[in-house]
């Protein structure tokens, strides 16, 4: 192996996001010395999950609300599995950090007509406090960041994929990471004295999906990879509605936001009847699992749109208002060639966002010395629920704290020597596809779309995971034998896909394992075999680990320090 160009940083944060650009933030804040760098897949300010966030975010400012409250609906949505102490960090800052996004970064939120920040409903909440504007706040949020970031000189490698977690030559902390320049197609060894995983979830391995397609769980895959250990894999959230524009077109799969059935749209089956009513008393603003079975269950029962979803109504609230409430949405269907303001249009559950994730601690620390993590790469916030508009509210306040804590903490660290034989492995692996003949790299993507889709998804059973468990080893075993040719590698897509389908087949097979091991059903996890959510004293978490090539499943018991079922912290006035 030739040398393979090296980079010194003090703080390397993967992922452009909420999470990274507010950890690279923060760190600086804390120490202006440092020497900070990002790496993205794609550009700073145009990847990422956060960008593509509508809705909006939570946090108890009104009157009448209060962090407790907060504390309580997530606890609550999330089937009693969250880190209490995690939920509790996450209420308590939210407060702090939209202060700081207002008045310190400039987002520019919605208000009331008495000036205070409008806040509106999301499902699952007992209070309106999704902070928003209009239903692009996402874009809003990342502008401003990136702003701050370009401003104070953040080292940026852009175009730059991760590929490895190398642990230092004593093999007791991490030591840097292994890129890909995706410009040239030649590695980068990073030096870090701490690194934030921060690539984001994104489930992608589904038919139906709402993240970009560039999303491929890499920072999952690499934790395993590198031993640790992920919670809470099988619960992956659907979001009820997604649009459905028929095949052919990347927009399928695309969010129509919670704020429409919030505002009082209603969701008819293909005999254009209302059915909500029939699952849950509060109709369409029923908690996101609930919403996604119910579309589930009329499709399965031959109650379909010509597509194969449902309808989305929302013309019955006046085309002025939704157009004027729902700009970004009625363009979107617009955009599809939809009228969302007066027509039907159709929807489906799509695989939206993965509470599961890498265990950590409030301070963004993990099991291995040196590595942080927060957003969407961590597990123990949301339990098996997240609420809708908890998600950027968690990019945000963890990547702050990540940043703060990885500033602190260089301070009292040296560069450590990479193991080498790990970084020569990775490299030999990753490059092994081009001594292969090429093969059909996109029947593999579309069979495990098929198979998370239609055995592990919104609705599972032992036959059905135990069948998925056998795919996926086939799918792995496929990919393997199949290479890309001698292709170019510089802006290699066919490349890239294959180190994509590697990850998401990895990460596919633990939200597989953690499916079968859990025997109840809780959030997003619906068991038709188990459908009864199980002892709430006796709730666990199931804990994946990546040992010897093979992935090992245990059951941790939640520990329960703020708060047991049963009890509120609310206190009746």
């Given amino acids: 192996m030739s040398a393979i160009p090296t980079i010194n940083t003090d703080i390397l944060i993967l992922g452009s996001g909420g999470a990274g650009l507010f950890a690279a933030l923060h760190a600086h804040q804390e120490n202006p010395n440092l020497h900070i760098t990002i790496a993205v897949k794609g550009l700073l300010g145009k990847s990422g999950c956060t960008r593509m966030v509508q809705g909006g975010y939570n946090v108890a400012l009104a009157e009448g609300d209060s962090v407790e409250r907060h504390f309580m609906d997530t606890i609550e949505g999330g089937k009693w599995l969250c880190d209490q102490d995690l939920a509790w960090t996450l209420v308590n800052t ?181 059915f909500m009513g029939n699952y849950d008393p509060r109709n369409e603003r029923a908690t996101r699992d609930i919403v996604s079975r119910s579309i589930n269950s009329e499709i399965r029962a031959g109650r379909a749109t010509p597509n194969g979803g449902v309808y989305i109504q929302m013309s019955h609230l006046g085309p002025e208002n939704v157009r004027k409430l729902f700009k970004g949405m009625v363009e979107r269907c617009a955009d599809s060639g939809f009228d969302l303001t007066r027509d039907l249009v159709e929807v ?39 609420l809708g508009g908890n998600g950027v509210a968690n990019s945000t306040v963890f990547g702050g704290i990540a940043g703060e804590s990885m500033a602190r903490w260089v301070a009292t660290q040296q560069f450590k020597e990479c193991n080498m034989d790990e970084v020569a492995a990775s490299v ?9 003949a090429p093969g059909d790299i996109e029947l593999i993507r579309d069979a495990l779309a098929e198979c998370m889709w239609d055995d592990v998804g919104i609705s599972r059973t032992k036959e059905s995971l135990l069948r998925a468990r056998q795919t996926l080893k086939q799918l792995a075993s496929q990919l393997i034998q199949m290479g890309v040719g001698d292709i170019q590698r510089e802006y290699s897509n066919t490349w890239q896909d294959w180190m994509n389908l590697q990850n998401l087949i990895l990460v596919s097979q633990s939200v597989t394992e953690a499916a079968i091991a859990r025997e109840n059903s809780r959030g997003a996890h619906y068991r038709e075999d188990f459908p009864e959510p199980g002892s709430l004293e006796d709730s666990y978490y199931t804990a994946v680990h990546f040992i010897n090539q093979e992935l090992m499943i245990e059951n941790r018991p939640v520990q329960f320090t703020m708060i047991k079922p049963g009890q509120t912290i609310l206190v009746e006035a």
């Avoid at 030999?428 to 292969?436: G, I």
Wanted: proline share 3%.
């Fill in 348 to 386: 489906v559950p799509t695989a939206h966002y993965m509470m599961g994730g890498l265990v950590f601690k409030k301070d963004c620390s993990t099991d291995l010395p040196g590595l942080f993590a927060a957003g969407e790469d961590t597990g123990g916030v949301h339990g098996a629920n997240r």
């Fill in 428 to 436: 030999y692996e990753h490059e092994a596809p081009f001594q292969k």
């Fill in 94 to 274: 939210a407060v702090e950090r939209i202060h700081e996004l207002e008045n310190e970064l400039g987002c520019f939120f919605d208000r009331n007509p008495d000036g205070t920040v409008h806040q509106k409903a999301f499902a699952g909440q007992t209070f309106d406090r999704t902070v928003h504007k209009g239903d692009l706040t996402g874009i809003e949020i990342i502008n401003r960041l990136a702003e701050q970031v370009w401003a104070r000189g953040i080292n940026r490698l852009e175009e730059h994929r991760a590929i490895e977690l190398i642990h230092s030559k004593d093999g007791k902390s991490l030591a840097g990471v292994l890129m890909l320049n995706m410009q040239t197609g030649q590695f980068v060894l990073v030096r870090a004295k701490a690194v934030l995983l921060a690539t984001g979830g994104g489930p992608t391995m589904y038919k139906y999906h709402t993240p970009s397609g560039d999303k491929s769980c890499d920072g999952l895959a690499m934790a395993l990879r590198a031993g640790l250990v992920l919670r809470d894999m099988e619960m992956v959230q659907f979001h009820p509605t997604g649009l459905l524009a028929g095949p052919g077109t990347r927009m399928t799969g695309t969010v129509i936001e919670e704020g429409l059935r919030g505002a009082g749209g209603y969701l008819l089956n293909g005999n254009q009847e209302r």
